[in-house]
Nanobody, 125 residues
Framework: QVRLVESGGGSVQAGGSLRLSCTVSGYPVGSTCMAWFRQAPGKEREGVAGIGTSRRSFLYADSVKGRFTISQDNAKNTVDLQMNDLKPEDTAMYFC??????????????????WGQGTQVTVSS
């Protein structure tokens, strides 16, 4: 059984940083595509960052390029999202997701079949 648990959310002022972590059990992260998504109240879930099974396969939403970095630790079976220079519009519930894949990740929610419960990120101005 695949299980994903997010941690690291919280409240921060604009310009601050947070590091989210997704701990995966039941499947090795190195064999799957992983991604972070976020959903603000009243808005659709959007892809933020993804990492494919190729180590040079990274994908970022335009809104977070240069500020967010996704990484994975195969030994710990985790996928992290380092978020710098946070903005109020980054406020959302953040979810990690996974799917067995080969190659590049996707930022489409429909491409993933296992999800965590989410962790809240709140950025104040």
């Amino acid at each position: 059984q695949v299980r994903l648990v997010e941690s690291g959310g919280g409240s921060v002022q604009a310009g601050g940083s947070l590091r989210l972590s997704c701990t995966v059990s039941g499947y090795p992260v190195g064999s799957t595509c992983m991604a972070w998504f976020r959903q603000a109240p009243g808005k659709e879930r959007e892809g933020v960052a993804g990492i494919g099974t190729s180590r040079r396969s990274f994908l970022y939403a335009d809104s977070v390029k240069g500020r967010f970095t996704i990484s994975q630790d195969n030994a710990k079976n985790t996928v992290d999202l380092q978020m710098n220079d946070l903005k109020p519009e980054d406020t959302a519930m953040y979810f990690c997701a996974t799917v067995v894949c080969l190659g590049a990740a996707s930022l489409s929610p429909g491409a993933y079949n296992h999800w965590g419960q989410g962790t809240q990120v709140t950025v104040s101005s």
